[in-house]
């Protein structure tokens, strides 16, 4: 009976290493830049601000459409008249009315208040596009930064390998007193260093996933994994798109809704100067003692209709003003769409240069990563042949080191000049 307690202990202790390695697997997520981009899409907080934005603009055009229906309002009043006023009037009573208004020509601002309000959202998409444009560019820039952190490591740990086997070998070289022990310690300092830069990429990459993860709305405590790397094929670019770029961009389009909306209220104000006519109907009815003045009944009830004709005459220049004031803001609108449409062309061209020197820069350092694996094949072949010293060893393996992480900035680098450069000509996928 004694052994079952233990079994019982062995059992619960491997049911909690399922659960803990469970957890940790529901904590993990593998994910490509495309789903990657796509939660951003669904899930990033800058874009759920954008469509609020939207939905609350076409509410408010809902709003607008009664503007040229009738208004509809009633009331009901009780009232009781003290001395001496109850001598004329009914002392108590209930009064209930029911007003309608009626807008039957407001110089087209009804029509142009629609008009405002539907480019009221189409400005609030455009912002939502060009928000999207903005984070999806992050998402790939983040995406990149864990790959090449990832890379770092992985690189840091062979390299921070290869001093150990060193350190090895001129350890037992020092112990034969066939070297002096600086080999040894000069070895030992680049250790030191390859562990703490590993230490650091470490930690980079933590705070990488964690900019990720904010940038596509995931919880900060997931452990992503990326499933895509810095691979494929990194070539230059030879057409000429980026020179039509600016009509595509988001800014380009937002600036031209925006001064059309400044257009129409341009014609807003100038409907200022046109006459409006309105109809309102009343009717009401009163309850109380001899309520009715004309039969001395308890009942009493009647309706009032007006038409009211608004011309304006003179507003000493008010009108005029702001007319004036409302077409220099348009010309300045048209302005800033010109400069826009200048720094766009810009900023593509630069996009344009900096990918293919990207893609140069990867080509160069591939050569030197031949080189550096060259040259360190023959340091340890002749290192071991005793023709070469630990010193020429380890300045091989460090050449080695820096030409490998020289070819992952480059990879990162493209990758990411490649995603400004889609931005750029107003192509973010």
């Known amino acids: 009976m004694g052994k079952y307690p233990h079994m019982l202990k062995r059992v619960s202790s491997c049911l909690l290493c399922l659960f803990l390695l469970s957890r940790h697997a529901d904590a993990q997520k593998n994910i490509t830049l495309a789903e990657a981009q796509q939660m951003a899409l669904t899930q990033n907080k800058k874009l759920k601000s954008a469509r609020y934005n939207i939905e609350a603009a076409k509410a408010a055009r809902e709003g607008i459409n ?4 009738p208004m509809v309002d009633g009331s009901v009043l009780g009232f009781y008249v003290g001395k001496p006023l109850n001598t004329l009037l009914p002392e108590y009573g209930v009064s209930p009315s029911v007003l309608l208004k009626q807008s039957i020509y407001a110089g087209g601002k009804i029509k142009l208040g629609k008009q405002a309000a539907d480019k009221g959202i189409e400005i609030y998409q455009e912002q939502k596009s060009l928000a999207e444009s903005e984070v999806l560019f992050n998402v790939q820039k983040a995406y990149w930064q ?36 600086n080999d040894i310690l000069r ?23 964690l900019n990720l993860s904010q940038t596509i709305g995931m919880p900060g405590n997931t ?11 990194f070539n230059p670019l030879v057409d000429d798109h980026y020179l039509t770029a600016a009509e595509n961009r988001p800014e380009i389009r937002l600036l031209k809704k925006a001064m059309e909306a ?52 003179l507003d000493w220049g008010q009108k005029a003003g702001k007319v004036k004031e409302q077409s220099f803001k348009i010309s300045a609108q048209q302005m800033q769409i010109q400069e826009t449409r ?24 591939q050569v030197s990563v031949q080189q550096a694996n060259e040259n360190l094949r023959l340091n340890n072949d002749r290192f071991s042949a005793g023709t070469v010293t630990g010193q020429d060893v380890l300045e091989a393996q460090t050449l080695w080191q820096q030409a490998n992480s020289n070819v992952i900035d480059a990879k990162v680098e493209y990758k990411i000049s490649e ?10 996928q």
């Open 66 to 69: 009664g503007a040229d229906k």
């Open 146 to 181: 864990v790959a090449s952190v990832s890379e770092k490591i992985t690189l840091a740990t062979t390299f921070k390998a290869l001093l150990e086997s060193l350190l090895t070998q001129l350890t037992n070289s020092f112990d034969a007193g066939m070297i002096y022990k």
């Open 187 to 209: 070895v030992q300092v680049q250790l030191n260093e390859a562990e703490l830069n590993l230490s650091k990429a470490k930690d980079g990459l933590i705070m990488a996933k």
């Open 223 to 233: 452990d992503i994994v990326l499933a895509d790397s810095v691979v494929g094929t």
């Open 262 to 313: 400044q257009q129409l209220q341009e014609k807003l104000l100038k409907a200022d100067f046109k006459p409006t006519v309105g109809l309102l109907a009343s009717g009401f009815a009163s309850f109380g003692p001899k309520m009715n003045f004309e039969n001395g009944n308890n009942v009493l009830s009647s309706y009032l209709g007006l038409v009211s004709v608004s011309i304006p005459i």
């Open 342 to 365: 200048e720094l766009i062309s810009l900023e593509a061209q630069n996009a344009y240069l900096q990918l293919n020197q990207a893609a140069r820069r990867i080509d160069l350092s």
């Open 419 to 428: 995603a400004a450069y889609k931005k750029a000509v107003g192509d973010p």
